[in-house]
């Protein structure tokens, strides 16, 4: 069955310090792929996707994300985290109009 | 733009009324969908409208019944609902360029239902 894992339920960084955000797929071929963002209360906003071509892709809010097919891979990165980071993060993968979301990321942003 | 947007915020209402979930999108998206999503969980599709006819039903109960009367406005019309569909219900669009593997959704702020 398709599936998209996230195995960080929570990740704590320091402000101005790096981020990595993991993201694991499971799909017959390779899906398209986003990362949304979600702040509490609030609808999901995307970050960044990829259909396919270069496989480093930039996103908004000074965010990207390396696709790495031999490790099923789409991890999110961000070289200075602000505080206004703070949220949850979600990685999907599409096929048929259907987006199967992994279980999310609470990325928590210490001063 | 890329906004979508969805009455009410917020609403409760009880077991025994009936309410209606608004969305619209100025898009130009021929694709809208509606999610629910509980605390702490990611969105759960429910239904997918494509050229304003509905193409996926994700096994939703009778009492969720969604609506698209044009390619900008989608609704879900609520009765007899129960405490546990209490949740944020996510209305999204996009486009249909990449029908067979699924193109970017764009998300509303979604409307809180609380469910008495």
């Known amino acids: 069955a398709q599936s998209v894992t996230q195995p960080d339920i929570h990740i704590t960084v320091s402000e101005g310090a790096s981020l990595e955000l993991r993201c694991n797929y499971s799909?017959?071929?390779?899906?398209?792929l986003f990362w949304y963002v979600q702040s509490p209360g609030q609808g999901l906003q995307l970050l960044l996707k990829?259909?396919?071509?270069?496989?480093l892709v930039q996103g908004i809010k000074g965010f990207e994300a390396e696709f790495k097919r031999s490790q099923s891979s789409f991890n999110l990165r961000k070289p200075s985290v602000h505080w206004s980071d703070a949220a949850e993060y979600f990685c999907?993968?599409?096929?048929?109009?259907?987006?199967?979301f992994g279980t999310g990321t609470r990325l928590l942003v210490s001063p | 733009d890329t906004e979508v947007t969805q009455t009410p915020k917020h609403l409760v209402m009880g077991m025994t009324n009936k309410k209606s979930l608004k969305c619209e999108q100025h898009?130009?998206?021929?694709?809208m969908y509606w999610y629910k999503q509980k605390a702490k969980k990611p969105p759960e599709l429910m239904f997918v409208y494509s050229y304003e006819k509905l193409s996926i039903n994700e096994s939703v109960p009778s009492r969720f019944s969604p609506e698209c009367p044009n390619s900008s406005l989608l609704n879900l019309h609520l009765h007899a609902l129960q405490p546990e569909d209490s949740a944020l219900y996510l209305c999204?669009?996009?486009?249909?360029?990449?029908?067979?593997?699924?193109?970017?959704?764009?998300f509303g702020p979604g409307t809180r239902l609380t469910v008495t």
């Open positions: 898009m130009g998206h021929r694709a």
């Open positions: 999907a993968a599409s096929s048929f109009q259907k987006l199967v």
């Open positions: 999204a669009s996009s486009s249909l360029f990449y029908r067979d593997r699924g193109d970017e959704q764009y």
């Open positions: 990829y259909f396919s071509g270069d496989t």
């Open positions: 799909y017959g071929a390779t899906p398209y």
